[in-house]
């Protein structure tokens, strides 16, 4: 089977705009988490999606938001860029709610 | 709430030495937990886990964990370092609950191997 993949892999915004990222889980895998990863903060949840519904939020400001197709591919979107947003936004994909997550290679944002 | 702690942010051994990345969880009921590894530039990749059963689990790439409830730890292991090993390794927990499969990490411990 084929890992979970996110795109892009690299992206360069700069302050106020705004970013999508697409991730497609493993096949047959419903439910799909994504985290942020920076240096000061280390790993972070911000949300949890199965069956297109968002099941779980992280500690993020409105400006993160997400959602989940009925295919069950996700993106999350990062809407008035800061400086502070640059990271490794990395998703994983699980067969159902609960289970063991598995990660993707990450969108790696650098916000200028 | 749950919260995890990695003692060590930097490990270093020589090749061929024990490895042992240690982590403490704290959490009301015993969760699940887990380890993965992070190599330069790549996402994470599980190592193992424990959800219930034996204690001692084992993973790739030869390495081990033993969780111990009483002491709220759940150790990684490796007998003999080799080069390849030199990564960053988080532990994890989530709730039992199946409600969430929501990973709460510790902050990271990067192994290095010396020759």
């Known amino acids: 089977k084929a890992g979970v993949t996110q795109t892009p892999r690299y992206l360069i915004k700069t302050r106020g705009q705004q970013v999508t990222l697409s991730c497609s889980p493993i096949?047959?895998?419903?439910?799909v988490s994504w985290y942020q990863q920076t240096p000061g903060q280390g790993l972070q949840f911000l949300f949890e999606y199965f069956s297109e519904t968002q099941r779980n939020k992280g500690n993020f400001p409105g400006r993160f938001s997400g959602r989940q197709f009925s295919n069950s591919r996700s993106e999350m979107n990062v809407s008035t860029l800061e400086l502070g947003d640059s990271a490794l936004y990395l998703c994983?994909?699980?067969?159902?709610?609960?289970?063991?997550?598995?990660f993707g290679p990450g969108t790696r944002l650098t916000v200028l | 709430a749950q919260s995890v702690t990695q003692l060590g942010s930097h490990v270093s051994v020589s090749e061929g030495a024990l490895v042992l990345l240690r982590c403490n969880y704290s959490s009301s009921v015993p969760p699940y937990l887990f380890w993965y590894v992070q190599y330069p530039n790549q996402g994470l990749q599980l190592l193992l886990k424990?959800?219930?059963?034996?204690?001692l689990v084992k993973g790739i790439n030869g390495f081990e964990a033993e969780f111990k409830k009483s002491e709220t730890s759940f150790h990684l292991t490796k007998p003999s370092a080799h080069m390849s090993d030199a990564a960053e390794y988080f532990c994890a927990v989530s709730d039992r609950s199946g409600n969430t499969g929501k990973l709460i990490f510790g902050q990271g411990t990067t192994l290095q191997v010396k020759p």
């Open positions: 096949s047959g895998h419903r439910s």
């Open positions: 994983a994909s699980s067969p159902q709610l609960g289970d063991t997550q598995y």
């Open positions: 424990y959800t219930t059963g034996a204690t």
